[in-house]
Protein backbone atom coordinates (compact mmCIF):
# COMPACT_ATOMS: atom_id res chain seq x y z
CA UNK A 1 0.00 0.00 0.00
CA UNK A 2 1.24 3.04 -1.05
CA UNK A 3 1.85 5.77 1.77
CA UNK A 4 1.72 9.78 1.34
CA UNK A 5 3.83 12.34 3.76
CA UNK A 6 2.78 15.93 3.50
CA UNK A 7 4.78 18.08 5.08
CA UNK A 8 5.71 21.26 4.64
CA UNK A 9 3.05 23.58 6.21
CA UNK A 10 2.80 26.50 8.83
CA UNK A 11 1.17 30.18 9.73
CA UNK A 12 2.14 32.50 7.67
CA UNK A 13 0.99 35.78 7.27
CA UNK A 14 -0.97 37.65 4.36
CA UNK A 15 0.81 37.92 0.91
CA UNK A 16 3.51 35.04 2.07
CA UNK A 17 4.94 32.07 0.81
CA UNK A 18 4.97 28.51 1.28
CA UNK A 19 6.29 25.29 -0.04
CA UNK A 20 4.45 22.16 0.72
CA UNK A 21 6.09 18.37 -0.03
CA UNK A 22 4.38 15.11 -0.18
CA UNK A 23 6.97 11.90 -0.61
CA UNK A 24 4.93 9.20 -2.06
CA UNK A 25 6.45 5.61 -1.22
CA UNK A 26 5.69 2.94 -3.64
CA UNK A 27 7.17 2.57 -7.25
CA UNK A 28 3.69 3.45 -9.42
CA UNK A 29 4.26 7.58 -8.62
CA UNK A 30 5.63 8.11 -11.83
CA UNK A 31 2.74 6.76 -13.93
CA UNK A 32 -0.03 8.59 -11.96
CA UNK A 33 -1.35 12.27 -12.18
CA UNK A 34 -1.01 14.01 -8.75
CA UNK A 35 -2.75 16.52 -7.07
CA UNK A 36 -2.92 18.64 -4.58
CA UNK A 37 -6.34 18.72 -2.57
CA UNK A 38 -6.93 20.98 0.79
CA UNK A 39 -10.32 20.62 3.42
CA UNK A 40 -11.19 24.19 5.11
CA UNK A 41 -12.73 24.01 8.34
CA UNK A 42 -16.47 22.88 7.95
CA UNK A 43 -15.76 22.08 4.45
CA UNK A 44 -15.38 19.15 1.85
CA UNK A 45 -11.96 18.52 0.55
CA UNK A 46 -11.50 20.68 -2.44
CA UNK A 47 -8.80 20.13 -5.52
CA UNK A 48 -6.63 22.60 -5.81
CA UNK A 49 -3.78 21.32 -8.58
CA UNK A 50 -2.99 18.48 -11.05
CA UNK A 51 -0.07 17.52 -12.81
CA UNK A 52 0.26 14.61 -15.06
CA UNK A 53 2.51 12.12 -15.77
CA UNK A 54 3.85 14.01 -18.49
CA UNK A 55 3.84 17.27 -16.65
CA UNK A 56 0.80 19.21 -18.05
CA UNK A 57 -1.15 21.49 -14.68
CA UNK A 58 -4.23 22.71 -14.23
CA UNK A 59 -5.41 24.51 -11.47
CA UNK A 60 -8.76 25.65 -9.11
CA UNK A 61 -9.82 29.03 -10.37
CA UNK A 62 -9.37 30.28 -6.48
CA UNK A 63 -5.64 29.96 -6.76
CA UNK A 64 -4.49 30.37 -10.56
CA UNK A 65 -1.35 32.74 -10.58
CA UNK A 66 -0.25 32.36 -7.07
CA UNK A 67 -0.36 28.17 -6.65
CA UNK A 68 2.56 25.88 -8.84
CA UNK A 69 2.45 22.12 -8.75
CA UNK A 70 5.58 20.32 -9.98
CA UNK A 71 6.99 17.09 -9.64
CA UNK A 72 10.46 15.02 -9.26
CA UNK A 73 9.40 11.48 -10.28
CA UNK A 74 13.72 10.25 -9.21
CA UNK A 75 12.18 11.43 -5.15
CA UNK A 76 8.59 10.45 -5.92
CA UNK A 77 7.95 13.44 -4.58
CA UNK A 78 5.20 16.53 -5.42
CA UNK A 79 5.29 19.85 -4.56
CA UNK A 80 2.94 22.82 -4.31
CA UNK A 81 4.87 26.42 -4.55
CA UNK A 82 1.92 28.63 -2.63
CA UNK A 83 2.64 32.38 -3.28
CA UNK A 84 0.59 35.39 -2.44
CA UNK A 85 -1.06 33.07 0.50
CA UNK A 86 -4.94 34.55 1.41
CA UNK A 87 -6.58 34.32 4.71
CA UNK A 88 -8.92 31.95 2.47
CA UNK A 89 -6.14 29.28 1.96
CA UNK A 90 -6.21 28.37 5.14
CA UNK A 91 -7.13 24.45 4.98
CA UNK A 92 -5.08 21.12 5.74
CA UNK A 93 -3.65 20.15 2.78
CA UNK A 94 -3.57 16.92 0.83
CA UNK A 95 -1.75 15.29 -1.92
CA UNK A 96 -3.31 11.89 -4.14
CA UNK A 97 -3.22 10.95 -7.36
CA UNK A 98 -6.42 12.61 -9.40
CA UNK A 99 -8.47 9.48 -8.89
CA UNK A 100 -7.57 9.38 -4.67
CA UNK A 101 -7.00 6.01 -4.80
CA UNK A 102 -4.00 6.16 -2.65
CA UNK A 103 -4.80 6.23 1.12
CA UNK A 104 -4.93 9.82 2.83
CA UNK A 105 -1.73 10.88 4.46
CA UNK A 106 -2.00 12.78 7.44
CA UNK A 107 -2.01 16.38 5.37
CA UNK A 108 -0.05 19.70 6.32
CA UNK A 109 -1.85 22.14 8.16
CA UNK A 110 -1.76 25.62 6.08
CA UNK A 111 -2.66 28.55 8.01
CA UNK A 112 -3.03 32.08 7.08
CA UNK A 113 -3.25 34.58 9.50
CA UNK A 114 -1.75 38.23 10.55
Known amino acids: QVQLVESGGGLVQPGGSLRLSCAASGTFFRIYAMAWYRQAPGKGRELVAV???????NYADSVKGRFSISRDNAKNTVYLQMNNLKPEDTAVYYC????????WGQGTQVTVSS
Open 51 to 57: IGSGGSV
Open 96 to 103: NTHIQNWS
